[in-house]
């Protein structure tokens, strides 16, 4: 599809529902529609199941055309169950064609790649949340500088800082 809104930049919190992301799809539009033709044959066949009951109960319908009225409403309503599933499946819908990727839980945007107007594929990550409460930074230090961290360190922990391009001006402060 493609990107059409963005709704979220990096580093914003968001809360669990919040929309990121509006996409539109050719597959998503293809779903609605066919969504919305099986109503409407539902819609028929309910009307056609009506009236053909209706002729039944004055013997003026055969049993026949009554179970055939009766088979095609089924059938009906066992499409529109599994195109609307089709609908569900693919996501929020934000408008004819229109797919609205939302947050699945509370966090920050760690990571985006999503600008209005982009082409994007379903194998591609857009955005990427998480829940940043608690870090882990990993850190290469340089074999003779071990004793001297490690002697730093002593029975409490070491106090360490970091910062980061998404919060800059700002340290996060942790322990070793």
Known sequence: GIVKKVYVALGDGVAAGKPLIEIESVEV?????????????????????????????EDIASEKEFLEAKSELRAAEIRVKGALGKVRRLGKGGGAGRLVLISP????????????GELVKTEESLVTIGDNASLWAWADLYEGDIAAVK????????????????????KFEGTL
Do not use: C, W
């Not at 539009?29 to 002729?55: I, K, P, Y």
């Not at 509370?106 to 999503?114: C, D, F, Q, S, W």
């Not at 730093?152 to 700002?170: F, N, R, T």
């Open 151 to 170: 002697s730093a360190q002593g029975e409490d922990p070491l106090v360490a800082a970091i910062s980061v391009k998404a919060y800059s001006g700002e």
């Open 105 to 116: 839980s509370e966090g920050a945007v760690l990571k985006m790649h999503a600008v209005p």
């Open 29 to 57: 539009g293809e779903a609605q529609s066919d969504l919305l033709e099986t109503q409407g044959l539902l819609e028929l066949a309910r009307s056609n199941f009506d009236r053909v009951s209706a002729l039944r109960q």
